[in-house]
Antibody, heavy 126, light 109 residues
Framework: QVHLVQSGAEVKKPGASVKVSCKAS????????ISWVRQAPGQGLEWMGW????????NYAQKVQGRVTMTTDTSTSTAYMELRSLRSDDTAVYYC???????????????????WGQGTLVTVSS | EIVLTQSPGTLSLSPGERATLSCRAS???????LAWYQQKPGQAPRLLIY???SRATGIPDRFSGSGSGTDFTLTISRLEPEDFAVYYC??????????FGQGTKLEIK
């Protein structure tokens, strides 16, 4: 059974950094990628970026480009998302989701974000 | 950047009725890269449909997806009480990646 288990809630001050983890189990981690999606309180879903667990390639959304770094540790089947220079509008629930190992345009088929973590609330407040 | 616009913003229906949710793209989307998700309060989104019309594993057949180009539809044939939630469409474009619609809230009338 596929599971993505995320780290716990965080409270950070403006200007600080946060690193959220996402531990995968129940599938071959390096055969997929991980996308990160966030949701501000009462708002919709916002895609932040993708990392291939196969080769470490990344693709970040323009909105967070330069402030975000996504990495994986294949020895522990864990993906990480670090966001720097936090602002109050970064307050959100952050989700990891299983994605394809290559960008969809290079995949034989794309199956959507088929499994999600439970979410990690990051609160940015002074 | 492709913008997805979902309509209506809120849909009020009764159990047993048919729901039709729309997702319109600002430019043509490859059908293979169009998905739909359901989200209930306090929960992570759940994949319903990928490739515009393929149901994800375990999704009941009352959920169906259709469309091509710039117009896509999620249909729930007969609403069950557990179907009342927020629904999002999603697309992939090579630049800048993925985007989501703003969501349609399906509420009990």
């Amino acid at each position: 059974q596929v599971h993505l288990v995320q780290s716990g809630a965080e409270v950070k001050k403006p200007g600080a950094s946060v690193k959220v983890s996402c531990k995968a189990s129940g599938y071959t981690f390096t055969s997929y990628g991980i996308s990160w999606v966030r949701q501000a309180p009462g708002q919709g879903l916002e895609w932040m970026g993708w990392i291939s667990a196969y080769n470490g390639n990344t693709n970040y959304a323009q909105k967070v480009q330069g402030r975000v770094t996504m990495t994986t540790d294949t020895s522990t089947s864990t993906a990480y998302m670090e966001l720097r220079s936090l602002r109050s509008d970064d307050t959100a629930v952050y989700y990891c989701a299983r994605d394809s190992m290559y960008p969809p345009v290079y995949s034989s088929r794309w199956y959507g974000f088929d499994y999600w973590g439970q979410g990690t609330l990051v609160t940015v407040s002074s | 950047e492709i913008v997805l616009t979902q309509s209506p913003g809120t849909l009020s229906l009764s159990p047993g009725e048919r729901a039709t949710l729309s997702c319109r793209a600002s430019q043509s989307v490859t059908s293979s890269y169009l998905a739909w998700y359901q989200q209930k309060p306090g929960q992570a989104p759940r994949l319903l449909i990928y490739g515009a019309s393929s149901r994800a594993t375990g999704i009941p057949d009352r959920f169906s997806g259709s469309g091509s180009g710039t117009d896509f539809t999620l249909t729930i044939s007969r609403l069950e009480p557990e179907d009342f939630a927020v629904y999002y469409c999603q697309q992939y474009g090579s630049s800048p990646g993925y985007s989501f619609g703003q969501g349609t809230k399906l509420e009990i009338k």
